[in-house]
């Protein structure tokens, strides 16, 4: 009996001690389990966290303006990509890292702040710096600056300025001189005066007819509407634009040379376009050449283009002018331009031209001694 009895109390001691080690053990593995949770959300956490901020990076580096944040002591915690590029930068452009470093500390005080930065180059640039604080229920979570390159802005306002000016007064001097030459013609009884004011009347009517045309030549090839490229033998080119450009250059006795390789150069290109390309050139060169001052073209082969130069011994360029001269419409002097009866949109209409053939236009000038042209293109295939 006493047997039996320890041995029922044995097997309820065991029960009762395999009982709370089970539940310890089962205690341990939910522990376990839910510290091995908390730390998958943990780490799923972390990641969303990180893809979260390497979206943003990416974002902002994508963009096209400087961003630069800083802490409310405006030390710089994060810049982008495109803000990067003066961190490191010495001459003019260091100025924009300093006017950065100069709003962020402004704005992280509550200021809205904003500076404009003139880079003289070359090439000439100009960046709009803004700063601004970063506020959120009264608590300073630093400041935030941008960097904006508004130089083409600049370079299209100032185009579109000088553009309307230019243009009221081409219209305006030849409408105003055909209406003071008819106004004398009416009351004139002198045939031999009223034959040359006529002539004055026709020359002004010319003029004003030129400035038209240039005008719907130059719409037509920035639109480049009804351009048909074909092979076309550069050669052929030059003979075309030297019989436009011959005329005048017989009038002002300016002598053309040329330098033509044997070979054909073929260029997969609109001719017309090519050509009007051409003689701007060499009707420019003409135009500011003294008289038996020889104006040169010549054209070559540089790898995979073809390149047409047009040299002059004329006025030559200043450097100051040498980045606007195919703007619509500039003149570098405007009283001998007026003189020769020009209008400033040759040189807009090479650059279209270029632009139009994946080509370029580049310029070589030393005022005073002249000024050299190149028209490249790109090689065509041979007929």
């Known amino acids: 009996m006493i047997v039996a009895i320890v041995v029922v109390t044995a097997v309820v001691v065991l029960a009762i001690v395999g009982a709370v080690a089970w539940r310890e053990h089962r205690h ?36 096209t303006q400087g961003v630069v944040m800083a802490d409310a002591e405006g030390n710089v915690l994060y810049r982008n990509s495109y803000a990067r590029q003066f961190t490191e930068a010495r001459h003019g452009e260091a100025l924009v890292e300093a006017a950065v470093a100069e709003l ?68 305006r001097t030849p409408m105003g001189a055909l209406s003071l030459l008819a106004e004398t013609l009416a009351t004139e009884t002198d045939p031999e005066v009223a034959s040359r004011l006529a002539m004055r009347v026709q020359a002004e009517a010319i003029r004003l007819s030129d400035i038209m045309d240039d005008l719907l030549e130059l719409s037509r090839i920035e639109s480049d509407e009804a351009s048909e490229r074909t092979p076309v033998a550069i050669q052929h080119v030059i003979s075309d634009a030297l019989s436009r450009a011959r005329p005048t250059a017989e ?93 400033g949109l040759g040189l807009a209409i090479v650059r279209h031209v270029a632009t139009n053939h994946g080509g370029e236009i580049r310029v070589e000038s030393t005022e005073g001694e002249g000024s050299t042209f190149t028209l490249a293109v790109p090689m065509g295939v041979q007929p």
């Open 251 to 343: 009038e002002k006795e300016v002598p053309i040379e040329t330098a033509l390789p044997a070979l054909d150069l073929v260029v997969q290109a609109d001719r017309r376009q090519l050509t009007s390309a051409v003689f701007n050139l060499l009707e420019n060169a003409v135009k500011y050449s003294e008289a038996t001052c020889p104006v040169r073209v010549m054209t070559r082969l540089e790898g995979d283009w073809v390149e047409v130069e047009v040299r002059d011994q004329g006025y030559g360029i200043p450097l100051r002018h040498q980045e606007r001269i195919f703007e619509r419409f500039y003149q570098v002097d405007q009283s001998r331009e007026r003189t020769d009866g020009g209008v």
């Open 104 to 171: 962020l500390i402004e704005a992280a005080q509550g200021s809205v702040v904003e500076r404009e930065v003139e880079l003289f180059g070359p090439p000439r640039r100009c960046l709009f710096v803004s700063a601004m604080p970063l506020k959120l229920e009264g608590r300073n979570y630093g400041s935030v600056a941008l960097i904006d390159d508004i130089t083409e802005p600049q370079r299209l306002d100032a185009m579109r300025r000088d553009f309307v000016a230019n243009i009221s007064h081409e219209l």
């Open 28 to 63: 341990f593995v939910d522990a376990e389990e839910s510290r091995r949770r908390d730390d998958e959300m943990q780490r799923r956490h972390e990641d969303e966290v990180a893809d979260s901020e390497a979206r943003l990076r990416l974002s902002l580096d994508a963009i």
